[in-house]
Structures are given as structure tokens and as C-alpha cells.
């Protein structure tokens, strides 16, 4: 039950509070938790009052497993083996309000274009708008030149393209919802493969670069200083593990290779899975992708 998860799999502190970001599923979960006992009702339920219907969002649900009239509509996952693409299940999620939303495209459109005019979508209001503002306002990042978080947003750094969204993977299935406000534009695109997850990060990366482009990009190494090969070159591992489980073994098998190439480009493997990146350095400290420097899946 997930008010026993809750107080059973509290996560160790490992960061001194504020000093080190790491996304958390239980740091989700636990403000679910709160809404649900300030509220009295159960967080799945609670969410569809008050978000799902003022928005009209009637394909949407946290519920496990999904009521009937939503399951005969669910897409089915696939993990690929063997040469093949294998139907799964349906996943479970234990901490829900993290990660067991099944949506459509059509739902979450009406979801962006609440947060794009703040909260209000048509005579509903789902959130105050000076609430919904900071929801899209930068709360945290390790550097002022980097992208970081707002609350439950992922938000660009301010000198970039403003924009905020947020990714959503299971085995099977990977989704991505992108915001630019400015733009007044959500992009919303999900998968139904394991192998699917790059395929959604490079069709933004296209769609921003061909609609909206903001020079991001590089595409060459020739006015760019070198970086010092022996103050970023090496392995790196991911805030986002376990550190006091057998689960660490995990990050431990699949780390972040960094070195640094003859031209001075920085060749990266892990990031975005086994193929090498490449990254040059356009100030000190800062790095950015080379036009090019992700593969295709």
C-alpha cells in the first residue's frame, strides 16, 4: 500500500540539504502523500477533480490498474529482443504519484495550454497564476549558465531559450512535454518501446531547432580553447542512484566516460546511451553539443 511504502522506504540522506540536486520518485510521491492527507481523499482521486475535470482530461488516470473504459485503449509497450518487439504489460507503479499517469496527447495539450496561460484553461483555474508562474520559474541550478528546476519543472537557465516541461519514463513507454511561453507552444510526444527514449529527445531537439532555433548548437571547434584534459576527463556517476543499497551496483556497471579528443572536443559515453557524444567548450567551465553530436538511435 502506498502510505506503508511511504513510511517504510524513506531515502537515506547522503547530499548536505541544498548543496546537491537529485531527482527523486519519492520526493514526487511524498508531496502526493501530502495532498493526500491535508485533503482527505485519495491522491488519484483528488487529482481527478480538481485537475482532470475543470480541464476536461476524461482519458487520463492515476489509477492501478486503469478503470475499464480507459484499459480498452491503452496502448501496449514493447521491449525489443531477439529482433523483435515483445508486447508487455501493464507496469505498476508503488510510489504513483511519481510515475503512473496514463494519458493521451489530446488530455495533455489541455494540460499545456493551462500552464501557458498560467493556470486557466477556458472558465477552469487549476492553480493561482502567481502559483503557476513560480511552478515555471528557475528554483534551483549547480550554475547560472545551466538548466535546473522549478517546481516539478524542469527549466532552462535564463540566458537560453525560456522553456520548462518535464520527461516521464517506465520500461516500455517514454514521454516528454516541452513549454516555451514565450512561444505561447507545448510539444507534447510519448513511445511505446524500451529503445524509445532518444527518439523523443531528438525529435525536440528538431522541432526547436527548426522552428525556433536559439544558436545552441556548434558547429565547429576552431574558436574554442581546449579544455584542460586533466580537470574534466574522467568517470562520472549520476546523483540519481542508490548509495546505500545492492541497487548502487547499477550506476556502478553503467557510469559517464568523459576524455578529451586531439582537437580539444570533449568525447562523452553514457549520456544518452553507449554511443560517444562530443562536446567543445565555448567559455570556461562551459560546454555545448556540436552540431551532429548525437546519434541517431
Known amino acids: 500500500p502506498f502510505d506503508e511504502y511511504m513510511a517504510q522506504e524513506i531515502p537515506t540522506r547522503v547530499f548536505p540539504p541544498g548543496e546537491i540536486s537529485a531527482y527523486s520518485n519519492y520526493g514526487a510521491s511524498l508531496a502526493g502523500y501530502i495532498v493526500q492527507r491535508v485533503s482527505g481523499v485519495p491522491f488519484d482521486r483528488y487529482v481527478e477533480q480538481n485537475i482532470f475535470q475543470p480541464l476536461g482530461m476524461d482519458r487520463s488516470s492515476f489509477r492501478q490498474p486503469l478503470p475499464a473504459d480507459l484499459a480498452a485503449g491503452m496502448s501496449v509497450g514493447y521491449r525489443f529482443t531477439g529482433g523483435e518487439y515483445q508486447p508487455g504489460g501493464f507496469e505498476y507503479v508503488v510510489p504513483y504519484p511519481a510515475g503512473s499517469l496514463s494519458s493521451t496527447a489530446v488530455d495533455q495539450a489541455a494540460f499545456m495550454i493551462a500552464h501557458l496561460q498560467n493556470g486557466q484553461y477556458g472558465e477552469a483555474r487549476i492553480v493561482q497564476a502567481a502559483t503557476a508562474r ?63 527514449s532518444l527518439a523523443r529527445i531528438q525529435f525536440l531537439q528538431a522541432f526547436r531547432r527548426r522552428y525556433f532555433p536559439s544558436g545552441d548548437w556548434v558547429t565547429n571547434t576552431s574558436s574554442f580553447a581546449a579544455p584542460d584534459p586533466a580537470a574534466v576527463q574522467g568517470t562520472y556517476y549520476p546523483t540519481r542512484m542508490s548509495f546505500t543499497r545492492v541497487e548502487k551496483v547499477l550506476a556502478l556497471v553503467s557510469p559517464v566516460s568523459v576524455g578529451v579528443a586531439g582537437d580539444g572536443r570533449l568525447r562523452v559515453t553514457g549520456v544518452l546511451g553507449p554511443q560517444p557524444t562530443d562536446w567543445v567548450q565555448i567559455e570556461p567551465g562551459l560546454f555545448a553539443p556540436l552540431e551532429g553530436a548525437f546519434p541517431p538511435e
Open 134 to 196: 513560480q511552478m515555471h520559474s528557475l528554483q534551483y541550478a549547480y550554475d547560472e549558465r545551466l538548466d535546473g528546476w522549478g517546481l516539478g519543472f524542469a527549466v532552462s537557465s535564463p540566458e537560453g531559450q525560456p522553456s520548462f516541461g518535464h520527461g516521464g519514463d517506465t520500461i516500455f513507454f517514454h514521454s516528454e512535454m516541452l513549454l516555451l511561453p514565450e512561444e505561447n507552444v507545448g510539444v507534447f510526444i510519448s513511445t511505446n518501446t524500451d529503445t524509445g
